[in-house]
């Protein structure tokens, strides 16, 4: 409209010059002026609607981003959390079963430990029970009182925890000048209140207590320590107090008792280290001089090794 505007302004110069009238220029110039003003609030008003819809766009794109950034940002957290918290537990749970497996091997070990000791058990008392009847067998004229029912000298078998027990008992209550005691370990099942006491009454009327103790592995390995020891402290506090008790470390796994000369016991039995119990055991308790001295010149002849341990 403006171009058309101006081409009848510049049309109605021309008449008018050709003319000599004023009027043919200044209407088309007024209808110019007047278009061209409407067409520019037009376009200024279109431009101002566009302008304000863009606006409107850009911030309902802005709020819905920001809305979904928030989300996001909400389910990181809680992804993370979840997460962490889930990692945590399968560390707790972890943790959990090596504690677990770190007891079943414990347990396994001490089982594995206490097969061996019942293993080297009946072993020795098989071998102490062979030379025991080989020496009774070769006791001047033994073969014979046996045959004729009529022993000299008492040759019992001691069966089970129980009567084992009994018979230590007895040596305590019978001794009157010197007690050997062999047997590799002390616990406080078997070298209990009740012993140690005994051990007290008689230690203070004068009576030799010896114990031989110590198994040769444990020895080796510097280790007199644990369950299997557990009263070992008691035994040291005792030869400190009275110097007719002692202790001497031979590495064993002997178990027998030799009460004065009177009689003796040897078995499978640990009687200072287990108490009384359902498991099988077996022994011979013998008045039989000969035995007697055997077994007190082994306890003599034996090393005592507690400065190679305390080296160790």
Not at 181 to 199: A, K, R, S, T, Y
Not at 222 to 231: A, I, M, V
Not at 243 to 248: A, E, G, S
Request: charged share 20%; aromatic share 8%.
């Amino acid at each position: 409209m403006e171009y058309v505007s101006i081409g009848l302004s510049f049309l109605g110069t021309i008449t008018a010059m050709a003319t000599q009238q004023i009027a043919y220029v200044s209407a088309p110039l007024a209808l110019s002026v007047s278009l061209s003003l409407l067409n520019r609030q037009r376009a200024l008003s279109n431009a101002n609607q566009q302008i304000t819809r863009l606006e409107q766009l850009i911030a309902s794109a802005d709020r819905s981003t920001i809305d979904r950034i928030e989300i996001l940002q909400q389910s990181l957290a809680t992804v993370s959390l979840n997460s962490i918290a889930a990692n945590n537990q399968q560390i707790v749970d972890i943790c959990n079963r090596i504690d677990d497996l770190d007891y079943s091997i414990g347990d396994l070990k001490d089982n594995n430990f206490i097969l061996t000791s019942r293993l080297e058990d009946y072993q020795q008392y098989n071998i102490l029970t062979q030379s025991a009847l080989s020496s009774a067998l070769n006791t001047n004229n033994l073969g014979q009182e046996i045959v004729d029912h009529s022993p000299k000298y008492e040759y019992e078998l001691v069966f089970d925890r129980a009567q084992s027990r009994q018979a230590l008992l007895e040596s305590l209550a019978s001794v009157e000048n010197r007690l050997i005691l062999v047997c590799p370990w002390l616990c406080h099942h078997g070298f209990d209140i009740e012993i140690q006491n005994q051990f007290e009454k008689l230690l203070s009327k004068g009576v030799t207590i010896e114990i031989g103790y110590g198994k040769l592995s444990d020895i080796e390995k510097g280790k007199l320590t644990g369950l299997f020891y557990n009263t070992l402290k008691q035994a040291t506090f005792l030869a400190n107090k009275y110097p007719n008790f002692k202790l001497k470390l031979i590495g064993t796994h002997e178990k027998y008792l030799v009460c004065d000369r009177s009689f003796a016991m040897l078995g499978s039995h640990n009687f200072l280290t287990s108490g009384v119990g359902e498991e099988r055991e077996i022994g011979i308790r013998t008045t039989d001089p000969a035995l007697i001295e055997r077994l007190i010149e082994r306890y003599e002849q034996a090393l005592d090794r507690e400065l190679s341990y305390a080296l160790n």
